[in-house]
């Protein structure tokens, strides 16, 4: 990133086992100032960020649908008069895996979507905005959710919640999709940053040891989920009782999420089964041969 561009960085106040400290509005460049990320629906937050913009707000981009990252931006557009723009709302950029597992009806989808937001303008792929003294490109980056995206702005990357420092990101059918996440961090890792600007904690100043590291993180998950398996039928919550031994109950909640996303992964490679058909609670086996 240019060091010519001016950066600013708004915390939102909603700490929590997710979030990290908060959720980072990103505020890029002067006169005509692109907000990356609004977060919550939080009047102070939102207070902050025009006070920091000083009127200039040209364009509010949203990563991805989940209510800490794009609730407030219907607020901040109807005080700033600018647009929206987003890969689309919360059920876009589903892999047919998973619009076919929203279809059936017997999933829902994970906590803290915002199912009502609706972007003024759509962002494709590969899809350029400017301002005054700014480009972001769009990059779609499904995995933490089907319409991620992350901005590219030179050698810096804003990456949502496709990757963290501080923790690994959820990964919650049938908005969540384990296969798309490993292969859209394998596309930032070819992009090869300088940087990385996560949504929650601190920037990744090291790119490809980190991303590599997350990549191999999910491979181990899975190897253990498979190991797990070998004990006979399991549900994802068993499973991940198991594997996550002594997590809190409401951490616990998002890990078996999580091992459902491997679970339906494995399913898709012939690894594994399930013995019902509606997937959230049924035991699954591993295949053999």
Not at 6 to 35: H, Q, W
Request: overall charge negative.
């Amino acid at each position: 990133m240019s060091d010519a561009v001016k950066l600013r960085v708004i915390r939102a106040p909603n700490p929590s086992a997710l979030t990290g400290p908060g959720t980072n509005s990103f505020l890029i460049g002067e006169e005509g100032v692109a907000v990356i990320d609004p977060g919550p629906d939080d009047p102070g937050h939102i207070a902050a960020i025009l006070a920091a913009a000083q009127g200039r707000i040209s364009h509010i981009l949203v990563t991805h649908a989940h209510l800490d990252h794009s609730a407030g931006a219907a607020r901040l557009s109807a005080a700033s008069g600018a647009p929206v723009l987003a890969f689309g709302p919360a059920g876009a950029g589903r892999s047919p895996v998973m619009q076919r597992l929203a279809g059936a009806g017997d999933m829902k989808g994970a906590e803290g979507a915002d199912e009502g937001f609706r972007p003024d303008m759509r962002l494709a792929d590969a899809e350029r905005v400017s301002g005054a003294d700014w480009t972001l490109e769009a990059i779609h980056t499904p995995g933490h959710m089907g319409c991620h995206l992350s901005f590219r702005l030179g050698d810096a990357v804003f990456c949502g919640d496709l990757a963290m420092g501080w923790s690994t990101t959820l990964i919650s059918p049938p908005d969540g999709d384990l296969i798309d996440y490993l292969r859209s961090l394998e596309r930032l890792a070819r992009l090869a940053p300088r940087i990385l600007y996560p949504a929650h904690g601190a920037p990744i100043e090291a790119p490809l040891p980190r991303l590599a590291e997350l990549a191999a993180h999910r491979r181990e998950r899975t190897a253990q989920v498979l190991a797990a398996l070998e004990a006979g039928p399991a549900t994802a919550a068993e499973l991940a009782a198991r594997i996550y031994a002594g997590l809190p109950g409401p951490l616990l909640a998002a890990a078996a999420r999580n091992v459902l996303a491997h679970l339906i992964a494995l399913g898709e490679l012939g690894a594994a089964e399930p013995t019902a058909v509606a997937l959230a609670d049924a035991p699954w086996t591993r295949r053999q041969g």
